[in-house]
């Protein structure tokens, strides 16, 4: 029944948008792009009620999906694999596409809703021709289903209880958010494409309104991605146990690097907007922004290379890489008809000013997007020529990307006042003295208690004459409605910044980890504080064991956990006890348990906190915005 | 122009900390962040909390309290599990900082050069 409903409907939908792309009325382009929306909609729905009902003749809710799952993770497994989250995008894809038809379309002419159409009917054209959320199953594996098909009216098989979504997944409610915050950035940096490109092709006298638009439209992606790379590293931490947040994983890498390009085109839009320079530069940006999403899916799901998160194969890659190179000669094309009115950008006159402040930031943003590219391909390059495995760790980041993002640190110093005239900076050293002495002697005191290193040393000044002279700033000027709301944006995000990196460099160059091997109803000392270890307690869930081990301290009891997943072959997964102060978290893993003895990781791991807290503030920038709708 | 003084020793100060006292991370633990857990998802031997990870950690302990220079412990891995075993791509394969650094020394010229001369 689904299955049936769930592919014609796919089918609708497609024809749908081919209409919507060669309709030349502009009469019925509204009433098609809610009908698009309406159909994406309710094809979500749709599959849900399929992971609800236990339909398991839908080989995806076979696959990924079964009884003894809990609701949440059940609704959250529409996403946790590729054909769904390829439902996932096409519905946020739609939700854009009417946003921008409402708020952004470019009233004289039809382009960008054509343009839009275009990279819809790309997505839904895969879930049609390739692989469908609704194909049903025709033959059945030991569990879940090994033949799938996507043509409707088929006999179908049905098994009695699926597969499961993979222990990873279903370990934490962070799961259900962090996707679709991730997706909602990633697709919507494809509104500032459409804008950029469609405004472009029909060559307007000030044809500046298209950086207008596409700034606009990078900002709510940009934030997106932001909560979602903050949410996926807190629920790496919370749930993996290994005491990390970052990895410099294939897929994180990915997501960084839109993050990275859009980060420094929200920079480089506003001096195009101000002093009408980089025009061809932030065309870019723009189409490289987009190209990067296309990219970031083909690596994670094309199975080129392994990671955690990498867990789809399937013939995506070359779908993918096809679409990277029709939207990329539609880029090119569009980009080299406009080569006149690229050519009038205006050069930068004032190196140390405004303008050239954004241009070094546009330039370190840029190349660390660039490092991480090239760090993320190197072993499929390497592998091609010299047919040797390599990994890229993080000593390769911390090298090459390490100073980039401290320089960039450096320069937001200066971003609380820039004039366009060049940086007199032995005025700023006199006006800012005495800020600099307080966020100095900060840091000595600071260092006082920590293992010291010049890198760290660096760090730690630079974040705190940040936010010394941020937050003195707001103090003085934000009362009064001076500058426009994307200043105070900015300043609120630096802050966040600011605070982030002092958190990082903490946990960086601090944190430490012993193992303990002991008995239940014994102790032990970490840090200065003694820590209790009870008895383990078995809990029998329908889709896990949990061994939970209680273990308290003099304030707190907290426990660390052994999941054992039915129905997987992967290993337990161990989730952590953390006792959280601002400064530092005692982090305690367990091991193995043996009888009544156990071995535990304890890690004293600093600043996790603090980065949480910066990272959170660079999310609120947003309410500037507000005050003035310019979102 | 006095607090421009105290700024001078402030600087002296924090410029001299590393040197009265200098960070301290033992052989063991920079080279289980530099293994890769070969068993594990990308994750280092330091970071893994596999028992793979933790008697590829007793070997490497053992090394280093025989004292085998970094040379002969890298060689010794490598021998064994390949060259992926290395997270840390530098020491044998210089192109990886190579290449990188020269793209982006050219993308910086580049833009420079397009912003800067005027026609």
């Not at chain 1, 800020?435 to 290193?453: G, K, R």
């Not at chain 2, 920079?30 to 933790?54: F, H, R």
Request: hydrophobic share 45%.
């Amino acid at each position: 029944m689904i299955y049936n409903i769930g592919i014609i409907f796919s089918w609708i939908s497609l024809g749908l948008l081919i209409f919507l792309f060669f309709n030349k009325k502009n009469l019925y382009t509204e009433i098609l792009v809610r009908v698009n929306l309406f159909i994406q909609v309710f094809l979500f729905c749709l599959l849900e009620v399929g992971l609800f009902l236990n339909d398991f003749s839908l080989s995806y809710v076979a696959n990924y999906s079964a009884k003894s799952t809990p609701p949440l993770y059940k609704f959250a497994s529409l996403w946790g694999s590729l054909d769904g989250s390829i439902l996932l995008w096409n519905l946020c894809l739609s939700l854009f596409m009417y946003f921008y038809l409402k708020l952004y379309k470019d009233p004289s002419s039809n382009i960008d809703i054509k343009i839009f159409t275009l990279i819809m009917i790309f997505f839904v054209g895969y879930t049609v021709f390739s692989s469908s959320p609704f194909a049903g199953c025709i033959e059945l594996a030991t569990i879940g289903c090994s033949t799938s098909t996507i043509l409707p009216f088929a006999e179908l098989v049905t098994s009695n209880t699926g597969r499961g979504p993979n222990p990873l997944l279903q370990n934490h409610p962070l799961m259900a958010i962090h996707p679709p915050m991730l997706y909602i950035g990633y697709v919507g940096m494809t509104m500032p494409f459409v804008a950029a490109t469609s405004r472009l092709y029909s060559k307007k006298e000030d044809s500046n309104s298209w950086i207008e638009v596409a700034e606009k439209t990078t900002y709510i992606p940009w934030l997106f991605l932001t909560i979602g790379i903050t949410l996926g590293a807190a629920w790496s931490y919370e749930v993996l146990g290994w005491g990390g947040y970052w990895a410099w994983d294939p897929v994180e890498n990915v997501s960084f690097i839109p993050w990275l390009l859009a980060t420094a085109f929200l920079h480089s839009a506003k001096i195009q907007k101000t002093q009408n320079t980089l025009l061809n530069w932030n065309y870019i940006l723009v189409g490289l922004m987009f190209l990067s999403t296309l990219f970031g899916t083909f690596i994670t799901r094309s199975g080129v290379l392994i990671s955690v998160h990498a867990f789809s194969n399937g013939n995506i890659g070359t779908y993918l890489l096809f679409g990277m190179l029709l939207f990329g000669l539609i880029f090119i094309g569009i980009g080299s008809k406009n080569i006149e009115y690229f050519s009038k950008s205006k050069k930068i006159d004032n190196w140390f000013g405004k303008s050239g402040f954004f241009v070094y930031n546009n330039i370190f943003l840029f190349s660390s997007a660039l490092v991480i590219f090239i760090g993320t391909i190197f072993p499929l390059i390497y592998e091609t020529l010299y047919s040797r495995q390599i990994t890229v760790g993080r000593a390769y980041y911390d090298i090459l990307v390490g100073p980039l993002l401290l320089i960039l640190l450096g320069l937001m110093i200066f971003s609380v006042k820039l004039s366009i005239k060049n940086l007199n900076i032995q005025k700023w050293l006199n006006d800012n003295v005495v800020l600099i002495n307080i966020a100095l002697m900060v840091t000595i005191f600071t260092l006082f208690l920590l293992n010291n290193s010049y890198i760290l040393i660096v760090t730690v000044s630079f974040s705190f004459l940040l936010i010394f002279t941020t937050v003195s700033n707001f103090y003085k000027n934000f009362r009064v409605p001076k500058g426009s709301s994307s200043y105070w944006t900015g300043q609120i995000a630096h802050l966040g910044i600011g605070i982030f990196a002092l958190g990082i460099i903490l946990n960086v160059s601090q944190s430490f980890s012993t193992e303990k091997e002991l008995n239940s109803f014994q102790e032990f000392n970490f840090n200065n504080e003694t820590y209790f270890v009870y008895d383990t307690i078995e809990e029998r869930l329908p889709e896990k064991n949990v061994l939970k081990l209680p273990i308290s301290n003099s304030k707190q009891t907290k426990y660390t956990s052994l999941n054992i997943f039915k129905n997987s072959s992967q290993q337990a997964i161990s989730s952590p006890a953390v006792f959280r102060s601002i400064i530092n978290d005692i982090y305690i893993t367990v091991k193995f348990i043996n009888e009544d003895s156990y071995k535990l990781i304890v890690r004293n791991n600093y600043g996790v906190l603090i980065m949480w807290i910066g990272l959170l503030i660079t999310s609120l920038s947003f309410f500037p915005r507000l005050r003035n709708n310019e979102v | 122009m006095k607090s421009r003084y105290i700024t001078f020793v402030l600087i002296l100060i924090i410029v001299s900390m590393p040197l009265i006292s200098p960070s301290s991370e033992s052989r063991l633990e920079n080279w289980s962040k530099i293994l890769l857990c070969p068993v594990c998802q990308g994750e280092t031997i330091y970071d893994s909390p596999s028992e793979y990870a933790d008697d590829m950690k007793s070997i490497l302990k053992e090394q280093i309290d025989n004292g085998l220079t970094d040379g002969q412990i890298n060689a010794f891995w490598v021998e064994r599990y390949g060259e992926r075993i290395i997270t840390n791509p530098i020491t044998n394969n210089t192109e990886i900082l190579i290449v990188p650094i020269s793209i982006v020394l050219i993308f910086i010229s580049i833009f420079i050069r397009k912003l800067y001369v005027k026609k």
